[in-house]
C-alpha cells in the first residue's frame, strides 16, 4: 500500500543544512481507519476502504456501513491494491507505516472553483484593442474559427467556461519532516485546492534527501548571544570601587559638622 489522504494546512519557508530554502507545504496526516476489506473473489478486485477524519453527525446509511469500524468519518475512500491485504476492520493505518523522510510523491487534489470565467481570466487572452472603433471588444476572445470550411469549431477550442474545480496532479514532491506526534507531514512545493481539503499522496520512489536546519538553532543563538552580552557588565559592576563622599551638616550650637558616606 503506497497511498495515504491527508488534509492541506499552510505554507512556509524552510532551510535545509546546505543552507538552501525550500517552499513547503504542510499537511495534517492522522491516522484513517479501516471500514472495509474487499476480495477478489467475492468483489472481483482487491481493495481497503477507509475512513479519513471524524465528524459530529452522519447519515444513517454511513453510520450502519462505519458500525463495525466504530468511526463517524469525514471523508470514506477506497484505495486499490494489487494484491489481498492483511488488514482488518478496526485497524488504524499510520503515515510512518507507508511512507519516510526523503520519499518522492504525487500529490493529487481538487483546485479552487473559479466560476464561469472568460477567456482573458481562465486562458490568459490579450483581448481586443482598446481604440480604432473596439466599443465592445476589449474583452472578447476573438475569432473561434474559420468559415465554410470546416464550418464548425474545432473540439478543445479555447473559450469561456467553468475554471477551476478539477482535479490536479502534481509529482516529484519530496517528504522532508514527518512529526507522528504532531500529526505533521511536509512537502517540498505548493499543493492544489484549499486550506483544509482532502489530498492524496501517492508513493512514487525516493532520492536524495537533505534534512531541514533545527528550528529552535536561532533561538538559542540570540539567548547566548544576550547573556554573554550581560557578563561583561555584572563583571564591571563588581569591579567598580566604592566611592566615599563628604558631606557637612550644621549642629544647633552652629559647628560644622562633617560626615562620609559611601556609594
Known amino acids: ?15 535545509n543544512t546546505e543552507g538552501k530554502r525550500l517552499f513547503v507545504s504542510k499537511l495534517l496526516v492522522k491516522p484513517v481507519t479501516v471500514t472495509q476489506v474487499k476480495h477478489g473473489d467475492k468483489d472481483g478486485y482487491e481493495a481497503i476502504q477507509v475512513g ?4 459530529k453527525r452522519i447519515n444513517k ?13 469525514r471523508y470514506v475512500r477506497e ?26 510523491v504525487t500529490v493529487s487534489a481538487v483546485s479552487k472553483g473559479k466560476g464561469f470565467a472568460g477567456g482573458m481570466k481562465r486562458w490568459g487572452f490579450s483581448g481586443g484593442p482598446k481604440t480604432h472603433g ?35 496532479t502534481i509529482s516529484g514532491s519530496q517528504i522532508v519532516h514527518i512529526d507522528e506526534a504532531a ?6 512545493g505548493a499543493i492544489p485546492g484549499p486550506k483544509d481539503g482532502l489530498v492524496l499522496l501517492c508513493k ?17 543563538t540570540v539567548e547566548e548571544v544576550q547573556e554573554s552580552n550581560q557578563e561583561p557588565k555584572a563583571q564591571e559592576s563588581e569591579a567598580k570601587p566604592a566611592e566615599e563622599t563628604v558631606v557637612e551638616e550644621k549642629t544647633q550650637d552652629g559647628e560644622v559638622e562633617k560626615k562620609e558616606e559611601t556609594k
Open 52 to 55: 479519513v477524519l471524524n465528524r
Open 61 to 73: 446509511p454511513l453510520a450502519g456501513h462505519t458500525k463495525t469500524s466504530q468511526i463517524t468519518p
Open 134 to 168: 473596439q466599443s465592445d471588444r476589449q474583452r472578447s476572445p476573438g475569432s473561434i474559427g474559420q468559415g465554410t470550411t470546416p464550418g464548425r469549431v474545432y473540439k478543445g477550442k479555447r473559450m469561456a467556461g467553468q475554471m477551476g474545480n478539477q482535479t490536479i
Open 204 to 220: 512514487k520512489g525516493k532520492k536524495k534527501f537533505v534534512a531541514l536546519q533545527n528550528q529552535n538553532t536561532e533561538a538559542t
Open 79 to 104: 484505495i486499490r491494491l494489487s494484491e489481498a491485504s492483511d488488514k482488518k476492520v478496526g485497524d488504524q493505518i499510520t503515515v510512518s507505516q507507508i511512507f519516510e523522510l526523503g520519499d518522492t
Open 1 to 15: 500500500m503506497d497511498i495515504f489522504y491527508a488534509i492541506k494546512k499552510n505554507q512556509i519557508h524552510a532551510y
Open 183 to 188: 500529526n505533521e507531514l511536509w512537502l517540498t
